[in-house]
């Protein structure tokens, strides 16, 4: 009889420790699977974070491209509006009335400027005087208004140009807007 005890009592433990077998696998194999799914989520979170990143930096790209057309067009902009500020201040007052008088006629008529290059070289040597007599006071292009801008100016006899980074940002900042960094 103890034999058979004792028999019943293995066939227990085998029994339990099978048992505990199977639920430990069964335990083991959904772990991996809840593992498994976490790290695809993880993967495809990543991806998405990435995509977004790569999006937001072509879009940035983008800006920045545009706010150096806008600024290009801008400081383009200013430049003309002084030249023609100059020439109508500067060429009438400064041309003699024949030549004032023979260049207009030759835009009406649209004659070919080759004819008048006397002319147009008394033009030229009128604006010429002009700019420079604005660069040796400080000549400062302003693109946007309420900026610093860009100076071109005259030192002990020689120009120089103020091109620096912090007028450059000034410049680009008004053309960038809103951008989040």
Do not use: H, W
Request: proline content about 2%.
């Amino acid at each position: 009889m103890e034999i058979q005890i004792q028999d019943l009592v293995q066939s227990i433990k085998r029994d339990g420790i099978e048992e505990a077998r199977k639920e430990a696998d069964t335990i083991v194999a959904a772990a991996k699977a809840q593992a498994a799914e976490i790290v695809a989520a993880s993967k495809a979170e990543a991806q998405k974070n990435i995509d977004n990143a790569n999006r937001e930096i072509e879009s940035s790209k983008a800006l920045i491209k545009q706010a150096e057309r806008d600024a290009v067009l801008s400081v383009k902009k200013e430049l003309e509006l002084m030249l023609e500020r100059i020439m109508a201040d500067k060429v009438s007052k400064d041309l003699s009335e024949k030549s004032l008088a023979a260049l207009i006629t030759a835009a009406i008529n649209g004659d070919d400027p080759a004819k008048y290059s006397v002319e147009i070289d008394e033009a030229k040597a009128a604006v010429k005087a002009s700019l420079a007599q604005q660069i040796e006071k400080g000549l400062e292009i302003r693109p946007v208004k309420g900026m610093s801008g860009m100076k071109l100016c005259c030192k002990d006899g020689s120009g120089f140009y103020d091109f620096s980074d912090e007028e450059i940002a000034a410049l680009l900042r008004p053309f960038l807007g809103d951008m989040k960094i």
